[in-house]
Every structure is written in C-alpha cells, then in structure tokens.
C-alpha cells in the first residue's frame, strides 16, 4: 500500500517537473519573440512635422519615417578631399560658381514678389525639392532626373542627414549629379523658427549656419550655397523684415515658388491629383519656380515628375538650377 501511494507520489512530481520545464520554455519563446520584435521597432522611427503652404497657413501632418540604416560613410570621407567632380550636361565643373547651368536666384525672388520681368524672352523651369535628403524618394528623383538629362534645385534640411546616415551618400549624389543645394534650415521646426509666427532671427541664421555646417562636411569645405527657402514660405510668416535684412548683409538670398503640385497639401494625394494640382498653378509663367517635396512618403511626387518634366519640356521649356 505504502510502495503504491509512494509510487503515485513520484509520478505527481514528474508530471509537475514536465509541466515546469514546458511553463519555462514557453516563457523564454515570448520573451525572446518580444525581444526580437522591439529591436526591429528600433529601426524604423517615426516622426511628424507640419508643412505650411504658400500663404495658407494650413498645416498637415506629414509621417516621416525613417528606415533603418548602415554607416556606410565611404563616399562622403571620399568628400573631404575638396574636389568634388559635378557633371554638367557632360562637362565636369568643380563648383557651383562654374555651372553655367544654375541662374541668379535673387532675380527669379525679384519676378516673383516685386514682377520684375527678366528681359531673356525664355522659358525656364526651376524644378525645387524641399525637406529631404530621403532614403526612399530622392533615390528615385534623381533616377528620373538624369533619364531626362535634367537638373533641379535641393533644399537640404540638415537634420535629415544626421537622423539616416545612408542619407549623405544620397545628397553626394545628388550633388554631384550637377543639381543645386540649397539650404532650408537644420531642423525644419517651426516653433523654434517662427515662435508664435514671428521670426527669431538669431534662432534662423543659427540654424542656418548649423546647416551649411553639415553640408560641407558632407560635400567638402568647397561647397557654398547662398539659396535659402523659409520653411513654410516667406509670404507666411511676420516679422520677416529684420531676417531679410541680416540674410541681405551676409549674401544670402531666399527664393519661393509660383507654382506647386499640392505635395504638402492635406494628406497623401495620388500621381493624378498632384498633376491636377500642377496644372492649376502652373499656368504658362515664362519663368516657372515649381514647389515639391522629396522627403519620406512623398512615393506619388516621383510618380508624377515624369509627366510634368514632359509637359514642361512640350512647352519649350529649358530647366535650370538656382544659385
Ligand atoms: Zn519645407
């Protein structure tokens, strides 16, 4: 009697060690499962910032993600040699200053806001890209750009380039590609920019300086740019006079838009709307500033750049970049 009690006794214990060993093992599974999911969360970090539109201040959310990146920084220590090699519709220049491509910006800012005519009887189209570098879009505008032997003008926000590494590589390509760089500020942040829509001057030129900082550590200590875009536009913000002044003093010149395809406008829009869009603003301007965005989420922009360097391209069009 005593052997069998001890013998279903035992048995218990076994049964309750298996079940143990099967609770301590499944544990481990999740936990490990849970482990593995939050490192691949870690790869990708979204951000959001607000894009307002010329004169209209109707913010929009805008996703920004950031992909995962490798420190692949080959091609720009290759930058630090100063001799950065840009092609130029099959030349190759050493500066900005030498591309007989890029156009006074400060003349196209003149037609724009005050109607000084540029007395050249030609069409010219300034294709601009504001808020990137991306990993994802810019890639593919340059694609297009270069099947279409067509240059356009950057405006680089400089945190972009610290948040994905890989993005540096993108603006040296870009950069040597023969397009223009342009600066839009380091962080894009309206609040620190414009607090309570009024520009902070001091805040502005530093986070100007901040950003041609990060631009020549990427395309050398050559590399100047003189063009500004206002994040926003200049027509949306007050006290815009006293920066006007201090970006005059120093040299720099800020440039807008006449035309737009509505790419930071409300929510994501499809390759079709953008164009409805282009075709509502661009209404046969001889000299044609067009607004778009290569940042992150801005997939429909590439889409549309075919069609509307086409349509530009049928209307006589020539396309050159701002300096
Ligand atoms: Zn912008």
């Known amino acids: 009697m005593k052997k069998r009690y001890n013998k279903t006794k035992s048995l218990r214990k076994r049964i309750r060690a298996l079940f143990f060993c099967v609770l301590i093992l499944m544990s481990s599974i999740i936990i490990t499962n849970r482990y593995t999911q939050s490192d691949s969360e870690k790869t990708k970090e979204v951000q959001s910032y607000s894009e307002i539109k010329q004169g209209n201040r109707n913010e929009n959310l805008v996703n920004v993600v950031y992909e995962s990146s490798s420190d692949n920084n080959d091609l720009v220590a290759n930058s630090k040699n100063n001799n950065i090699k840009r092609e130029n519709g099959g030349e190759v220049v050493n500066s900005v200053d030498e591309d007989s491509n890029s156009f006074d910006c400060g003349k196209i800012q003149d037609f724009l806001t005050k109607n000084i005519r540029i007395e050249d009887n030609k069409k010219i189209a300034f294709l601009t890209f504001d808020d990137g570098p991306s990993t994802t879009v810019t890639p593919r505008i340059l694609n297009i750009l270069k099947e279409n032997n067509v240059k356009a003008t950057f405006f680089i926000v400089g945190k972009q380039l610290e948040e994905a590494p890989e993005a540096k590589n993108i603006l040296l390509e870009t950069y040597k590609q023969g397009n223009a760089i342009a600066n839009h500020t380091y962080s894009h942040n309206y609040s620190k920019l414009y607090p309570h829509g009024i520009v902070d001057v001091n805040n502005f030129m530093a986070e100007v300086e901040q950003n041609n900082h990060i631009l020549k550590a990427v395309l050398g200590e050559n590399f100047n740019t003189k063009v500004i875009r206002y994040p926003g536009g200049h027509a949306s913000w007050k006290g815009t006079e006293g920066l006007d002044k201090k970006l005059e003093d120093k040299n720099y010149k ?7 395809i509505g790419d930071a406008e409300g929510g994501a829009k499809t390759k079709d709307q953008l164009i409805k869009r282009y075709h509502q603003t661009f209404i046969g301007q001889e000299k044609v500033v067009l607004l778009m965005h290569d940042t992150y989420g801005k997939q429909s922009t590439a ?10 391209k049928s209307k006589g069009y020539e396309f050159r970049t701002l300096k």
Do not use: S, V
Request: glycine share 6%; hydrophobic share 55%.
């Open 303 to 312: 889409e549309a750049l075919p069609y509307i360097i086409g349509d530009l």
């Open 254 to 260: 800020y440039i807008d838009w006449n035309a737009l």
